[in-house]
């Protein structure tokens, strides 16, 4: 067994296993790629698990999050006509549709 081979940690059927939850075809030749790949992925959540963040705060963004909305205030409209005025159809002050519901 190589080293390449004892170092991966996941196997060609799990590749496999993957590749049909995620919906993808995949070449025959591609698969030890995507199996390397998917073992280094795994030796680095290895090696950001024996990280000590125990005085860590949870963090949820990386940025600090402040309200983005305006100020709630009353302000004019538009005007029935001229809300209408470009209207393909209109019935009175109302928009007029084709029915959907028989």
Known sequence: MSQEEKSNKISIEEVD????????????????VMQQQLSRILDY??????????????????????NVFREDEAKASLSPEAALENAPDKEGSFFR?????E
Not at 45 to 66: Q, R, S, W
Not at 97 to 101: D, G, L, M, Q, Y
């Open 17 to 32: 296993y993957i590749a049909r939850l995620s919906r993808l075809k995949m070449k025959p030749a591609d698969k030890p």
């Open 45 to 66: 959540i290895e090696k950001l698990n024996k990280l000590d963040t125990e005085n860590v705060a949870p963090t949820t963004h990386i940025l600090p999050l402040g």
């Open 97 to 101: 549709v084709p029915r959907v519901i």
